[in-house]
């Protein structure tokens, strides 16, 4: 069975940081392309950050400078570190496994006081 189980989200004040981590099992993680989207209220969700098998990494323009997107696959888990939040970032935080297959977490919610 797959899983996987986003935590670290919370509260956090306009300028701080947040660790978002995914814990990922029952599949080979280490060639699995990993991403991470979010969904604010009232929008449509978005591709946050992707990392690829590689290392390869791609960024939304609204978070280029500030999130960075890395990966562990002896512990098969992939990481979001989160700075400078702004109250824009308030959103759920999913995280996603493609390799062919798509796999989702249930989400951590994020939200950027102001």
């Known amino acids: 069975q797959v899983q996987l189980v986003e935590s670290g989200g919370g509260l956090v004040q306009a300028g701080g940081s947040l660790r978002l981590s995914c814990a990922v099992s029952?599949?080979?993680?280490?060639?699995?392309?990993m991403c991470w989207y979010r969904r604010a209220p009232g929008k449509q969700r978005e591709l946050v950050a992707r990392i690829r098998s590689g290392g390869r990494t791609v960024y939304a323009d609204s978070v280029k400078g500030r999130f960075t997107i890395s990966r562990e696959n002896a512990k098969n888990t992939v990481f979001l570190q989160m700075n400078s939040l702004q109250p824009e970032d308030t959103a759920v935080y999913y995280c996603?496994?493609?390799?062919?297959?798509?796999?989702w977490g249930n989400g951590t919610l994020v939200t950027g006081a102001s």
């Open positions: 029952g599949i080979i993680f280490s060639v699995y392309t």
């Open positions: 996603n496994a493609l390799f062919g297959a798509k796999y």
